[in-house]
């Protein structure tokens, strides 16, 4: 049995959570999300407990069966919560700022880059280096910010790039020269 496909998951008072026709939708103080149910899992709910069992025992059930519970109790997050990242920027001249709800960034290109972001995702940039990518699916969040991570990656001699905040960069050593 998955251990996480087995956990019980409590649902909060300010979340209604509607099953019709194997499609769960989450609604709350954040906004609403829908997930189709996989045709082996099936779900019990027993006041505000949400509990997710399979139909059958074949490798592609058991895989779906945690997947599926950890993708409803991220949903029932992001409605009450939400989700951010935040990515910082290292470099000489490398800066972003928000400009008509759109990023804009200043990489060492020869040109800026504007990031618009998906419906649904808003992006602050506190100060030029530090950007928080924020939204209420976990699924998104981390793609944009992957996407903008992608822009600029880290190198390993100098540090100089995108990367999360707590990320740890390997540095290499630079070349030596012979005598």
Known sequence: MS??????????????????????????????????????????????????????????????????RAYVYNMIVGVTQGFEKTLLISGIGYKAEMKNKGLLLSLGYSHPIFFIPPDGISIESPNPTTIIVKGIDKQVVGEVAAKIKGLRPVEPYKGKGIFYQGQFIRRKAGKTGTK
């Open 3 to 68: 251990r996480v496909g087995k956990k019980p998951i409590q649902i909060p008072d300010n979340v209604k959570l509607d099953i019709t026709d194997g499609k769960i939708t989450v609604k709350g103080p954040k906004g609403e999300l829908s997930f189709d149910l996989p045709e082996n899992i099936s779900y019990k709910l027993e006041g505000k407990v949400l509990t997710f069992s399979r139909n059958s025992d074949d490798k592609k059930t058991r895989a779906l069966h945690g997947l599926t």
